[in-house]
T-cell receptor, first 115, second 115 residues
Framework: KAGVTQTPRYLIKTRGQQVTLSCSPISGHRSVSWYQQTPGQGLQFLFEYFSETQRNKGNFPGRFSGRQFSNSRSEMNVSTLELGDSALYLC??????????????FGQGTRLTVV | AQTVTQSQPEMSVQEAETVTLSCTYDTSESDYYLFWYKQPPSRQMILVIRQEAYKQQNATENRFSVNFQKAAKSFSLKISDSQLGDAAMYFCAYRDPGAGNMLTFGGGTRLMVKP
């Protein structure tokens, strides 16, 4: 079956602009989590959506937001981009949320560069 | 808040030899899950092995095994018979079952495999 699909793979934006990233989870999976990966801060949890509801949120400013649609596809939005937002954004798909045998399957990420 | 520490930024191993990657974590929870993820140059995170804290037996997956020391809050990964394809970044991760699918990652260890 198809894996986790993130689009676009690469993106270049200018400071002050906004950006929307998309994640299509594995068919049947209801949980989507987002992570930011940078050389300086490593992998940091942004938020998790489960059945269209935000279940958890990491320690990021309000410029970072997300949503999940009824088909479980998720988008994250970053407004008023800053140079420090340049990062690899990873999406992880899971069948359920918080269950013992839940495994997270990751996409290949979107590389965002802010200039 | 939970923290995960990987004290070895880089490790090197000769092909066919054995290498151990270290990970320590801090938590006040008694029930949790621990993971090792591999991130090759393709950037896609791949689950290598998982351990449930309530299980005393160390997890094993083919050439990969862990040494889980709950009292010491230590979770090391042993790779036996190292192969060139094992070269990648390895991340240790923690999940609290009460926090959905949120993963807390360590800073990573870059593993190089010499032919």
């Amino acid at each position: 079956k198809a894996g986790v699909t993130q689009t676009p793979r690469y993106l270049i934006k200018t400071r002050g602009q906004q950006v929307t990233l998309s994640c299509s989870p594995i068919s049947g999976h209801r949980s989507v989590s987002w992570y930011q990966q940078t050389p300086g801060q490593g992998l940091q949890f942004l938020f998790e959506y489960f059945s269209e509801t935000q279940r958890n949120k990491g320690n990021f400013p309000g410029r970072f937001s997300g949503r999940q649609f009824s088909n479980s596809r998720s988008e994250m939005n970053v407004s008023t981009l800053e140079l420090g937002d340049s990062a690899l954004y990873l999406c992880a798909s899971s069948l359920e949320s918080g269950m013992a045998n839940t495994e997270a399957f990751f996409g290949q990420g979107t590389r965002l560069t802010v200039v | 808040a939970q923290t995960v520490t990987q004290s070895q930024p880089e490790m090197s191993v000769q092909e066919a030899e054995t290498v151990t990657l270290s990970c320590t974590y801090d938590t006040s929870e008694s029930d949790y899950y621990l993971f090792w993820y591999k991130q090759p140059p393709s950037r896609q995170m791949i689950l290598v092995i998982r351990q449930e804290a309530y299980k005393q037996q160390n997890a094993t997956e083919n050439r990969f095994s862990v040494n889980f020391q709950k009292a010491a809050k230590s979770f090391s990964l042993k790779i036996s018979d190292s192969q060139l394809g094992d070269a990648a970044m390895y991340f240790c991760a923690y999940r609290d079952p009460g926090a959905g699918n949120m993963l807390t990652f360590g800073g990573g260890t870059r593993l190089m495999v010499k032919p």
